[in-house]
């Protein structure tokens, strides 16, 4: 009887338990940072840079520059660390838990971004 009870319970639990859909929902960032150029004078600031990321479902990833472009890189890696990405300008790595962007540029110039969800 005390079984019965226990088992009933548990399905009762299970029941409530909400289920979620199959993939991850969509992620918004906003990104905003600099090339970081060596060598040159610390005063003379870079043009910043400003992008519009957004990780969707089954790993799409989309970027939307500030003058309105918009890229479609190739996801290359992502784990719970790090997500690695190409497009024919730069390479990216975005890291999950500081939410840092850094863009490797095929010039050799890498810029630094801090990312935040929107």
Do not use: W
Request: proline share 4%; aromatic share 6%.
């Amino acid at each position: 009887m005390v079984q019965a009870i226990g088992l009933a319970v548990c399905c009762l639990l299970l029941l409530t338990i909400p289920v979620k859909p199959g993939g991850a929902a969509e992620q918004q960032f906003s990104c905003k940072g600099q090339v970081i150029d060596e060598g040159t004078n610390p005063a003379v600031q870079s043009n910043p840079i400003d992008l519009n990321v957004t990780l969707g479902n089954k790993n799409k990833l989309s970027i939307k520059t500030g003058d309105s472009k918009m890229l479609a890189p190739r996801i290359t890696s992502n784990n719970k660390i790090q997500l690695r990405f190409a497009t024919k300008q730069f390479v990216g790595e975005y890291f999950h838990y500081t939410g840092e962007l850094f863009l490797i540029y095929t010039s050799g110039q890498l810029a630094r971004l801090n990312c935040s969800r929107t």
